[in-house]
């Protein structure tokens, strides 16, 4: 495979995080390290470059992910901060979709949260390797020990802690280095640090420290093995090569620490961004075995589209080939051909004009009018379809109206814009009321697409109480229902003959579906038609024309006639079959449930157990830790709208809680 050299001086990668740990901050750091902006922002002042929207300032939390870059140590640092919040983990999904790698970011205090766990997934499943950065040293309990012990045993990987932290909670003054065996200490008020020899008072710590990180790469990797077993020990450029390569493969994560809002660590984790993350051409060929190349043809994936009244941006990570200002694209997914404008260079809220953009990089372009997020936009003379994000279904909806009958029409205009840009909000009418239901990934994100419709398009909207999206799934299927489909009404007539078994399926799956028949007595393409038509029956359900899920459907037999059977025949045939199926099984209707961790001083933790009690909560782990409760719980997403003020109430302001999605539950009483 061929590649250009300068693909190895890139890097993409996110910034991954619960919200609260420090990623904003950490992204903040990094630009004004690199000379990228001339000032540091700070999230608690409203000066932050990547959390620019109004809400994400008023909030104090990043909602959209933003992209910027800049220069170190001779690289391209392409970067996306991401949402740290439940409600907008799509965004990271989109984001993980298009990285090479990512900085994981940890509170030093409280370790592994719900959402850092629910990030670290997501970017299992993209194969994304990461680095770990323990943030917040600074902070009263601060403990490396106890945040990697927390990696190792909720992430399920392998922890490398490449440092040791110099000083405790507010004297946490550096790090040492236990690769280079260099201390690094930054005085109060410095923008970069002193390289010093390890203090005497932790040279045996250190000593300690750099020993058991050999052996733990040695046990690993083979090359280092080889090295220890004649050396007993492991050199400097041993050691970062192996360290390098366990990180791109996954078998474990480098560990490093800090505290961004003290600007103490955030240069040694820059270096290990360029030292152990990959560049472009050290990935495998995305699917459809697109290298890395700059002079193959042109391949992008759209992972973020911003859609305002001045015109659209589509955010772009380039595959392969090289675009400029002028080419013509074309969007395998809709089927179109689309013109580039303008290419840019993306700082968060700002932009600086290029003319070429070329294989692993990240940039925004204006021109294409139709790319959603998930497009491949590609050189017309040789079309590729690139996989697109997943997008999570929505859980809960409000109904929306303009107060004012003539903003009716632009409304919809908003509301259509708005989906483009968020794929995971959906907009549907309801056939009942005629009502417009907005539909999205939980309470906060369904306020800030409000907020946004009222700030930014200028709408008075009425907006109805959230619910929550249920499912129906059978408990007790039915076997041998015999469904005959027959229709003469002049010219060939349709007839289908099927035979169904319906049960619950094992293992969380959605749907399967095989067929059981023998002799042929239902062709191969017909077989396909029932399945289809058992897919279109799932859409609406008998309890309450919610959608079934958890259904496994065994074709047993059929029959065919020589002129009037036909796949539509067939189609028809299995939806009606599955719709007579399911009202004869015994069906349960199912709720979406969260997982909530509730932070409370000790004193309130009785109120809030029962608080939760009240909401059909199920309690899971309850810990004490210095005078702070934590208690861990599975509840019904539909009792969870209001939670946050209720929580302020009983705690006097001081409780705190996360959630995450959890699956569905058989809805309790």
Same mark, same amino acid.
């Given at each position: 495979?061929?590649?250009?050299?300068?693909?190895?001086?890139?890097?993409?990668?996110?910034?991954?995080?619960?919200?609260?740990?420090?990623?904003?901050?950490?992204?903040?750091?990094?630009?004004?390290?690199?000379?990228?902006?001339?000032?540091?922002?700070?999230?608690?002042?409203?000066?932050?470059?990547?959390?620019?929207?109004?809400?994400?300032?008023?909030?104090?939390?990043?909602?959209?992910?933003?992209?910027?870059?800049?220069?170190?140590?001779?690289?391209?640092?392409?970067?996306?901060?991401?949402?740290?919040?439940?409600?907008?983990?799509?965004?990271?999904?989109?984001?993980?979709?298009?990285?090479?790698?990512?900085?994981?970011?940890?509170?030093?205090?409280?370790?592994?949260?719900?959402?850092?766990?629910?990030?670290?997934?997501?970017?299992?499943?993209?194969?994304?390797?990461?680095?770990?950065?323990?943030?917040?040293?600074?902070?009263?309990?601060?403990?490396?020990?106890?945040?990697?012990?927390?990696?190792?045993?909720?992430?399920?990987?392998?922890?490398?802690?490449?440092?040791?932290?110099?000083?405790?909670?507010?004297?946490?003054?550096?790090?040492?280095?236990?690769?280079?065996?260099?201390?690094?200490?930054?005085?109060?008020?410095?923008?970069?640090?002193?390289?010093?020899?390890?203090?005497?008072?932790?040279?045996?710590?250190?000593?300690?420290?750099?020993?058991?990180?050999?052996?733990?790469?040695?046990?690993?990797?083979?090359?280092?093995?080889?090295?220890?077993?004649?050396?007993?020990?492991?050199?400097?450029?041993?050691?970062?090569?192996?360290?390098?390569?366990?990180?791109?493969?996954?078998?474990?994560?480098?560990?490093?620490?800090?505290?961004?809002?003290?600007?103490?660590?955030?240069?040694?984790?820059?270096?290990?961004?360029?030292?152990?993350?990959?560049?472009?051409?050290?990935?495998?060929?995305?699917?459809?075995?697109?290298?890395?190349?700059?002079?193959?043809?042109?391949?992008?994936?759209?992972?973020?589209?911003?859609?305002?009244?001045?015109?659209?941006?589509?955010?772009?990570?380039?595959?392969?080939?090289?675009?400029?200002?002028?080419?013509?694209?074309?969007?395998?997914?809709?089927?179109?051909?689309?013109?580039?404008?303008?290419?840019?260079?993306?700082?968060?809220?700002?932009?600086?004009?290029?003319?070429?953009?070329?294989?692993?990089?990240?940039?925004?372009?204006?021109?294409?009018?139709?790319?959603?997020? =998930?497009?491949?936009?590609?050189?017309?003379?040789?079309?590729?379809?690139?996989?697109?994000?997943?997008?999570?279904?929505?859980?809960?909806?409000?109904?929306?109206?303009?107060?004012?009958?003539?903003?009716?029409?632009?409304?919809?205009?908003?509301?259509?814009?708005?989906?483009?840009?968020?794929?995971?909000?959906?907009?549907?009418?309801?056939?009942?009321?005629?009502?417009?239901?907005?539909?999205?990934?939980?309470?906060?994100?369904?306020?800030?697409?409000?907020?946004?419709?009222?700030?930014?398009? =200028?709408?008075?909207?009425?907006?109805?109480?959230?619910?929550?999206?249920?499912?129906?799934?059978?408990?007790?299927?039915?076997?041998?229902?015999?469904?005959?489909?027959?229709?003469?009404?002049?010219?060939?007539?349709?007839?289908?003959?099927?035979?169904?078994?319906?049960?619950?399926?094992?293992?969380?799956?959605?749907?399967?579906?095989?067929?059981?028949?023998?002799?042929?007595?239902?062709?191969?393409?017909?077989?396909?038609?029932?399945?289809?038509?058992?897919?279109?029956?799932?859409?609406? =359900?008998?309890?309450?024309?919610?959608?079934?899920?958890?259904?496994?459907?065994?074709?047993?037999?059929?029959?065919?006639?020589?002129?009037?059977?036909?796949?539509?025949?067939?189609?028809?045939?299995?939806?009606?079959?599955?719709?007579?199926?399911?009202?004869?099984?015994?069906?349960?209707?199912?709720?979406?449930?969260?997982?909530?961790?509730?932070?409370?001083?000790?004193?309130?933790?009785?109120?809030?157990?029962?608080?939760?009690?009240?909401?059909?909560?199920?309690?899971?782990?309850?810990?004490?830790?210095?005078?702070?409760?934590?208690?861990?719980?599975?509840?019904?997403?539909?009792?969870?709208?209001?939670?946050?003020?209720?929580?302020?109430?009983?705690?006097?302001?001081?409780?705190?809680?996360?959630?995450?999605?959890?699956?569905?539950?058989?809805?309790?009483?």
């Amino acid at each position: 495979m061929r590649t250009d050299t300068t693909t190895r001086s890139v890097r993409n990668l996110g910034i991954l995080a619960h919200v609260d740990a420090g990623k904003t901050t950490v992204t903040e750091r990094f630009l004004f390290l690199t000379g990228a902006t001339h000032k540091r922002g700070e999230v608690h002042d409203g000066t932050t470059v990547t959390d620019f929207d109004p809400q994400e300032r008023d909030r104090g939390i990043t909602i959209f992910a933003a992209a910027v870059s800049c220069d170190w140590a001779g690289h391209r640092i392409n970067l996306i901060d991401t949402p740290g919040h439940v409600d907008f983990s799509d965004e990271v999904e989109r984001s993980l979709r298009v990285l090479d790698g990512a900085v994981a970011v940890f509170d030093a205090v409280a370790g592994v949260e719900p959402q850092s766990e629910t990030v670290w997934r997501q970017a299992d499943r993209h194969g994304v390797p990461r680095l770990a950065f323990v943030n917040k040293l600074d902070r009263a309990g601060a403990e490396l020990d106890g945040a990697v012990e927390s990696i190792r045993t909720r992430l399920g990987t392998v922890p490398l802690p490449v440092q040791l932290p110099i000083g405790r909670e507010d004297g946490f003054t550096g790090v040492v280095d236990l690769v280079r065996m260099r201390a690094y200490v930054w005085a109060d008020g410095a923008d970069t640090y002193a390289d010093l020899p390890v203090p005497d008072e932790l040279r045996d710590e250190a000593g300690h420290r750099r020993r058991r990180l050999e052996e733990t790469v040695a046990e690993l990797h083979p090359g280092a093995l080889e090295e220890f077993c004649e050396r007993n020990a492991l050199s400097e450029d041993v050691l970062t090569a192996a360290l390098r390569d366990l990180t791109l493969s996954g078998e474990a994560v480098v560990v490093l620490c800090g505290s961004a809002y003290r600007n103490r660590g955030v240069e040694p984790l820059l270096d290990a961004v360029v030292a152990y993350l990959p560049a472009p051409s050290d990935m495998p060929p995305v699917r459809g075995e697109v290298p890395a190349d700059p002079e193959a043809p042109f391949t992008a994936l759209a992972f973020k589209v911003n859609a305002t009244a001045t015109g659209r941006m589509t955010y772009l990570r380039v595959y392969a080939g090289t675009i400029g200002k002028g080419d013509t694209v074309l969007d395998t997914t809709a089927g179109r051909t689309e013109r580039i404008a303008r290419i840019l260079r993306v700082q968060a809220d700002r932009a600086t004009e290029v003319d070429t953009a070329r294989a692993g990089d990240i940039v925004a372009v204006v021109g294409p009018k139709s790319a959603r997020a =998930g497009a491949t936009l590609c050189a017309p003379d040789a079309p590729v379809v690139l996989e697109p994000p997943t997008t999570a279904d929505p859980v809960v909806s409000v109904a929306v109206e303009a107060r004012r009958s003539t903003d009716t029409g632009r409304l919809a205009t908003a509301l259509a814009r708005m989906t483009e840009e968020d794929p995971s909000l959906v907009v549907r009418s309801d056939p009942e009321t005629g009502q417009t239901v907005l539909s999205g990934l939980g309470e906060l994100h369904l306020e800030v697409a409000v907020e946004k419709l009222r700030r930014d398009r =200028g709408l008075e909207v009425t907006v109805g109480r959230p619910q929550v999206a249920y499912r129906e799934t059978v408990t007790k299927g039915v076997t041998g229902l015999l469904y005959r489909h027959v229709k003469q009404d002049g010219g060939a007539g349709q007839f289908a003959h099927v035979v169904i078994d319906v049960e619950p399926t094992e293992n969380g799956e959605e749907f399967a579906f095989r067929s059981a028949v023998t002799g042929g007595r239902v062709p191969q393409e017909y077989v396909r038609a029932v399945e289809a038509g058992c897919r279109d029956a799932l859409v609406e =359900g008998p309890l309450g024309g919610h959608p079934v899920t958890g259904v496994r459907v065994t074709l047993t037999d059929g029959a065919t006639h020589p002129k009037d059977s036909s796949e539509m025949a067939f189609r028809t045939a299995g939806r009606f079959a599955l719709r007579e199926a399911l009202r004869a099984s015994v069906m349960t209707l199912l709720e979406p449930v969260a997982e909530v961790t509730v932070t409370v001083p000790a004193e309130s933790v009785g109120s809030v157990l029962g608080d939760l009690a009240a909401r059909r909560g199920r309690v899971t782990d309850s810990t004490t830790r210095s005078g702070t409760a934590v208690v861990s719980a599975t509840v019904p997403l539909a009792e969870l709208f209001g939670y946050a003020s209720r929580l302020r109430g009983r705690t006097q302001g001081r409780g705190t809680f996360t959630t995450r999605p959890a699956g569905y539950e058989a809805l309790r009483g």
